[in-house]
């Protein structure tokens, strides 16, 4: 019998996958399934986009890339970061990764081993802590409280620090609440990491220029007292419309970035080369598309949360980032996993139960609004008729 490391006995996974199976499975079986469980905009990636790579194929970009990135690509994101962030980026200090989870798995694989902590949020994106457990580190959930309107709390950020904390990952704006941390708590937070130089800072900002109704977005790469240790994980799947294309970046600390490259020679080599064309021309070219997509996410926000409130038993918070909706249905009777089984197999809608982010994730399930405003309303109809009529 083959044996594996124990590592991998404690990995686990991201569920939104094996919902999508699920309901790719039963609309196979000519069942009709409104998806609103993928966190993947429904857009198309912008036109002159996907020019840039089918230029690039033909002009034979073909080949090997340097490992980080090409460097037009990283000077790109540099100017990108810098026009967003007020502060300077050294183009030598972003790697070019495919997805943004690589990034989560570099950073938790250089600080976790058995005797150190890692902070993490709770609800959170699953990978978070999975990767943590699989380095045999001790995952510290931040509560990411409803009634702090889904931002995590600085004062009780800093409450979990302890003397063998060696990573902190936050994630704002964020998955699943859709939660935005205001800029002053941020300050409270960074003013408290400031004291302990001995802990790395993984900052999620994947969702970064995605926020509503004059919601900021407070990078932490703005602030120079942590950018020593800062990792600042960002990318183009949710911005772009290009989670197919497997693309994101990191900008590292100097003291990080020549074991972040060595991993990236160990493990993937380079990012296809023709997509990091389109990487550039996504960054450096017209915008409008950009606007264009949050302005329909927006409506589809509106439209989703008034829905949710009119539902028996599940109550919603306004969502100010990201494209997902975290509603309360405790009042339901029913647990939240079970529902969200529920309401695939029986009314043929996919959410994600909140325990699939964490264990501050019962009580409440995932929506993601990245679907048509026709087929979040059916959806909406189709929840409130189970409801009506469904047991716990």
């Known amino acids: 019998m083959l044996k594996t490391i124990e590592a991998f006995n404690r990995i686990g996974e991201e569920n939104a996958f094996a919902v999508l199976a699920r309901a790719t499975e039963l609309a196979g079986e000519g069942r009709d399934i409104i998806n609103l469980g993928i966190g993947q905009p429904d857009f198309r990636t912008p036109e002159h986009i996907v020019e840039a790579a089918v230029k690039a194929l033909r002009d034979g970009e073909h080949g090997y890339t340097p490992a980080t990135g090409i ?7 540099a100017a990108d970061v810098e026009k967003r962030t007020g502060a300077a980026v050294d183009p030598g200090n972003v790697v070019v990764v495919p997805g943004g989870k690589v990034t989560m798995f570099m950073a938790i694989l250089m600080f976790g081993e058995p005797g150190v902590d890692i902070l993490y949020p709770d609800p959170g994106f699953p990978i978070y802590r999975s990767m943590i457990e699989f380095t ?5 959930p931040i509560p990411i409280r409803e009634e702090n309107e889904f931002a995590f709390s600085a004062e009780e950020t800093l409450s979990l620090l302890t003397p063998n904390t060696r990573l902190v990952i936050l994630n704002s704006p964020a998955n699943p609440t859709g939660g935005v941390t205001p800029r002053a708590e941020i300050k409270k937070l960074v003013a408290g990491l400031a004291k302990r130089p001995d802990i790395a800072i993984l900052s999620d900002e994947i969702y970064g220029q995605m926020t509503y109704e004059g919601a900021e977005h407070c990078s932490l790469y703005g602030f120079e007292e942590i950018r020593d240790r800062l990792i600042l994980l960002d990318g183009w799947s949710k911005t772009y419309a290009m989670t197919g294309w497997r693309m994101g970046y990191a900008v590292w600390p100097e003291a990080l970035l020549d074991k972040a490259r060595k991993l990236a020679v160990n493990c993937w080599s380079c990012v296809n080369a023709p997509a990091q064309f389109a990487g550039i021309a996504a960054l450096t070219g017209p915008q409008d598309a950009v606007a264009r997509m949050m302005a329909e996410f927006d409506i589809r ?3 989703v949360v008034e829905g949710l409130n009119a539902l028996p038993g599940v109550s919603a918070r306004v969502p100010m980032g ?19 089984r529920a309401l695939l197999e029986e009314a043929g809608v996919a959410v994600i139960g909140g325990p699939d982010f964490g264990v501050l994730g019962e009580g409440y399930i995932r929506l993601s609004y990245a679907n048509s405003a026709e087929n979040i309303s059916r959806a909406l109809k189709r929840m409130e008729e189970f409801l009506a009529s469904a047991r716990p």
């Open 71 to 77: 460097l037009p690509l990283r000077e790109a994101v």
């Open 136 to 140: 045999g580190a001790n995952p510290v």
């Open 301 to 303: 926000r509106k439209l």
């Open 322 to 340: 990201a494209f997902y909706a975290f509603p309360n249905i405790r009042e339901t009777g029913f647990k939240a996993k079970p529902l969200a």
